[in-house]
C-alpha cells in the first residue's frame, strides 16, 4: 500500500492559517474515518494533533482543526505561532488493518 | 501520567535478532491497543504494527515491510509490550517508538496513537 500525499512543505507568517492536505485512496482515507495527525519536533516523539478525522485531544489547541472530505483529509491551523514551526504526519487506517503514514510536511513559520 | 519507556535498542548485525521492550504504567494496560512504530534517520515515520487489546482477541497486524520477520506481544499483568524483530536488516536502522491507541476495550481501536516513549535506537550494521 502506498504511502498517503502530503505536501513536502507549508510555510505561512505568524497569525495566518495555513492547511495542509493528505490524499488517500477509498482504501484508507476515503474509507474511514481512522484518520489522525500528528506534530513533530526535532529529536521529540510525536504528539497526537487530531484524531476521527476531526475529533481533538484534550490539551491540544483549538487552533488546530481537521477534517475530511472523500480521499482528502486536511489538518488547518489558525493563528500560526512560532512554535507550531515542526513536521507534521497524517494517517490513515486501511482496509488490510494497517496503518500507513503520509511522507510528512515540514511547517516554517516566516 | 501516563508514561511509555522502551528499552532494548543497540547496535546489531544484519541477519541477527533483537527485542524491544515497553514498559507502561498510568493507566490499565490491557484496555488498550499498543504500536510499534520506527523512524529511520532523517525519514519519516512509519508504522510497523500493532497487537489488538484481549477484548478485541489480542491479535496483532504488521506491516508488509516487517511481517515473518517481526513479532509483537504483550504481558498484561506486567503491563509490557514487546516488539521481537528477527532477520534483522541494514534498512530497519531507525528509532523505535512504542504507542499507546487513544481508543480503549469501549470505543475499540482507533488508530490514534496517543501517548509515547522517548524512543529507542537500533542501528543494524556489520
Known amino acids: 500500500q502506498s504511502a498517503l500525499t502530503q505536501p513536502a512543505s507549508v510555510s505561512g507568517s505568524p497569525g495566518q492559517s495555513i492547511t495542509i492536505s493528505c490524499t488517500g485512496t477509498?482504501?484508507?482515507?476515503?474509507?474511514?474515518?481512522?484518520v489522525s495527525w500528528y506534530q513533530q519536533h526535532p529529536g521529540e516523539a510525536p504528539k497526537l494533533m487530531s484524531y476521527?478525522?476531526?475529533r481533538r485531544p484534550s490539551g491540544v489547541s483549538d487552533r488546530f482543526s481537521g477534517s475530511k472530505s472523500g480521499n482528502t483529509a486536511s489538518l488547518t491551523i489558525s493563528g500560526l505561532q512560532p512554535e507550531d514551526e515542526a513536521d507534521y504526519y497524517c494517517?490513515?487506517?486501511?482496509?488490510?488493518?494497517?496503518?500507513?503514514f503520509g511522507g510528512g510536511t515540514k511547517l516554517t513559520v516566516l | 501520567e501516563v508514561q511509555l519507556v522502551e528499552s532494548g535498542g543497540g547496535l546489531v548485525q544484519p541477519g541477527r535478532s533483537l527485542r524491544l521492550s515497553c514498559a507502561t504504567s498510568?493507566?490499565?494496560?490491557?484496555?488498550?491497543?499498543m504500536g510499534w512504530f520506527r523512524q529511520a534517520p532523517g525519514k519519516g515515520l512509519e508504522w510497523v504494527g500493532f497487537?489488538?487489546?484481549?477484548?478485541?482477541?489480542?491479535?496483532?497486524e504488521y506491516a508488509a515491510s516487517v511481517k515473518g520477520r517481526f513479532t509483537i506481544s504483550r504481558d498484561d499483568s506486567k503491563s509490557f509490550a514487546y516488539l521481537q524483530m528477527n532477520s534483522l536488516k541494514t534498512e530497519d536502522t531507525a528509532v523505535y517508538y512504542c504507542?499507546?491507541?487513544?481508543?480503549?476495550?469501549?470505543?475499540?481501536?482507533?488508530?490514534?496513537?496517543?501517548?509515547w516513549g522517548q524512543g529507542t535506537l537500533v542501528t543494524i550494521s556489520s
Open positions: 497487537i489488538r487489546s484481549k477484548a478485541y482477541g489480542g491479535t496483532t
Open positions: 498510568g493507566f490499565t494496560f490491557g484496555d488498550h491497543a
Open positions: 477509498s482504501s484508507d482515507v476515503g474509507g474511514y474515518n481512522y
Open positions: 494517517s490513515s487506517y486501511t482496509s488490510s488493518s494497517t496503518v500507513i
Open positions: 476521527y478525522a476531526s
Open positions: 504507542s499507546r491507541d487513544r481508543g480503549d476495550i469501549v470505543t475499540g481501536y482507533l488508530a490514534a496513537y496517543e501517548f
